[in-house]
């Protein structure tokens, strides 16, 4: 890994384009305003940002997304008993994420982050994967570049189908997200896709299907890829409008448990200063 020194805290990139891990930051204790700000940067410079070995409260997982984002009250999720913005996860019983996705593609605007933290991992696999979709965007053409910016994607729009243990009922409520987003706080251009996608509109059916199935691979593609094992106490947050990501099954019937925290853009202005 390449590593950059950003006082007070270190930034070991994870790869060429994007993912890093942070050192010298304990999220368990008060935050400065200087350190926030860092690590608001290196966020947006980076997309994926690993902290090893936090092991974060409820209370304190919320606090540290809340340096980043505004925690979201998700309508439909389980939730801790510890603190009802924290969502557990056990995936011997809440099953396996292994496609790949974007978070809250229910919602207009979707989540501007998601974020776990680790309690028990496999002894070996359950790594994540996630993509650079605004690098993926990068490397197409121009003329195709021309032709997506007039197409959306369709997905499902029932909030009651993305609970834990939904048996995903058609309720006719969709949601249509453009398939080249512009970030609200870079101004980059990348693509918006996720394999839930049901089908593409501004064009037809046959082209949806081609253009659907090419998208779909393209941002796949390892070229645009990155991936962090996991031992309990990590904790990553990742930006839900520029990446996507794939939690990948290759440890059978191993326990797998986390606690999801949410966040999303603020309805008025900038974040104001959090933990001093």
């Known amino acids: 890994m390449t590593t950059t020194a950003v006082t007070p805290l270190t930034v070991h990139r994870a790869g060429p384009r994007f993912g ?9 204790a008060p935050v400065d305003e200087a350190t926030a700000a860092a690590l608001r940067q290196a966020f947006l410079d980076h997309k994926v940002l690993v902290f090893r070995g936090q092991h974060l409260t409820p209370d304190q997982h919320v606090a540290a997304v809340s340096l980043f984002a505004e925690p979201f009250d998700h309508p439909t999720a389980v939730k801790d008993p510890a603190h009802p913005l924290v969502y557990p996860y056990d995936v011997r019983h809440t099953g396996k994420a292994s496609t790949w996705h974007i978070g809250g593609l229910w919602r207009d605007p979707v989540f501007a982050i998601e974020s776990l933290t680790y309690e028990v991992v496999p ?17 197409l053409s121009e003329p195709f570049k ?32 453009p398939v080249v987003l512009t970030h609200p706080d870079t101004g980059r251009k990348g693509l918006f896709i996720s394999t839930s996608a049901t089908r593409l509109t501004g064009v037809t059916p046959a ?47 191993g326990a797998r448990v986390y606690r999801k925290v949410i966040g999303v853009a603020p309805e008025t202005g900038p974040l104001p200063e959090r933990r001093s």
């Open 20 to 28: 890093a891990e942070i050192t010298g930051v304990d999220l368990t």
């Open 123 to 139: 002894e070996l696999g359950g790594h994540t994967l996630w993509a650079d979709l605004q690098a993926a965007y990068d490397d």
């Open 146 to 177: 021309v032709l997506l910016e007039s197409v959306s994607a369709v997905y499902d729009g029932n909030a009651e189908n993305y609970a834990q243990g939904s048996r995903k009922t058609a309720t006719g409520t969709i949601t249509e997200h």
């Open 207 to 253: 082209e949806g299907k081609v253009l659907l199935d090419h998208l779909l691979r393209h941002a796949s593609s390892p070229d645009y890829t990155i991936r962090f094992g996991w031992r309990p106490g990590d904790f990553v947050l990742w930006d839900n409008r520029a990446t996507w990501h794939y939690a990948v099954d290759d440890y059978g019937d």
